[in-house]
Antibody, heavy 120, light 107 residues
Framework: QITLKESGPTLVKPTQTLTLTCTFS??????????VGWIRQPPGKALEWLAL???????RYSPSLKSRLTITKDTSKNQVVLTMTNMDPVDTATYYC????????????WGQGTLVTVSS | EIVMTQSPATLSVSPGERATLSCRAS??????LAWYQQKPGQAPRLLIY???TRATGIPARFSGSGSGTEFTLTISSLQSEDFAVYYC?????????FGQGTKVEIK
């Protein structure tokens, strides 16, 4: 079955760069049509789509965050990495990675999420 | 960027009653609309994709309808486990966006 798990720091300081890793199993990012996305959720607030990467290394970013985000994949390790530069307290959120398939870029499997707090 | 607007923000419903949630897109997203359920402390769960197709394992009491800019999620008879926050998401134009959510609470 498909599982995903996010890992990374729980606390980062303002202006630092956040690096999150999504490690998955049950599918391969070399399979046509599949991909992984990142979504975040500030405490008590709504979901916000951040970025996604396709099997063919095509990438999409949220326009409002595009200058700060980079998404990459390591197919051999079954990992997707998201980096976000210049972190600010407003970036405090639970960060999720999720799988999408050939039917479209909706997310059918999600990781448990990881809470990242930005504070000095 | 396509803006997704959900209404109402909060819906108070008694167990066994019907709940109707709305999602409106700022421009047409065809049928590229998904619905998710999220309970406190949990990741979202996919309920509906393609505006009306139930995801694997989703009970038949959940149904989705609509196309273009107007969409509805209906829960025909609310069970205790259905009290949660529901989000819509469009995936039509390469830049996916979520609505702000509707909280379904016990009346």
């Amino acid at each position: 079955q498909i599982t995903l798990k996010e890992s990374g720091p729980t606390l980062v300081k303002p202006t630092q760069t956040l690096t999150l890793t999504c490690t998955f199993s049950g599918f391969s990012l070399s399979t046509s049509g599949v991909g992984v996305g990142w979504i975040r959720q500030p405490p008590g607030k709504a979901l916000e789509w951040l970025a996604l990467i396709y099997w063919d290394d095509d990438k999409r970013y949220s326009p409002s965050l595009k200058s700060r985000l980079t998404i990459t994949k390591d197919t051999s390790k079954n990992q997707v990495v998201l980096t976000m530069t210049n972190m600010d307290p407003v970036d405090t959120a639970t960060y999720y990675c999720a799988h999408f398939g050939v039917a479209g870029t909706f997310f059918d499997y999600w990781g448990q999420g990881t809470l990242v707090t930005v504070s000095s | 960027e396509i803006v997704m607007t959900q209404s109402p923000a909060t819906l108070s419903v008694s167990p066994g009653e019907r709940a109707t949630l709305s999602c409106r897109a700022s421009q047409s997203v065809s049928s590229n609309l998904a619905w998710y359920q999220q309970k406190p402390g949990q990741a979202p769960r996919l309920l509906i994709y393609g505006a009306s197709t139930r995801a694997t394992g989703i009970p038949a009491r959940f149904s989705g309808s609509g196309s273009g800019t107007e969409f509805t999620l209906t829960i025909s008879s609310l069970q205790s486990e259905d009290f949660a926050v529901y989000y819509c998401q469009q995936y039509n134009n390469w830049l996916e966006t979520f609505g702000q959510g509707t909280k379904v609470e016990i009346k």
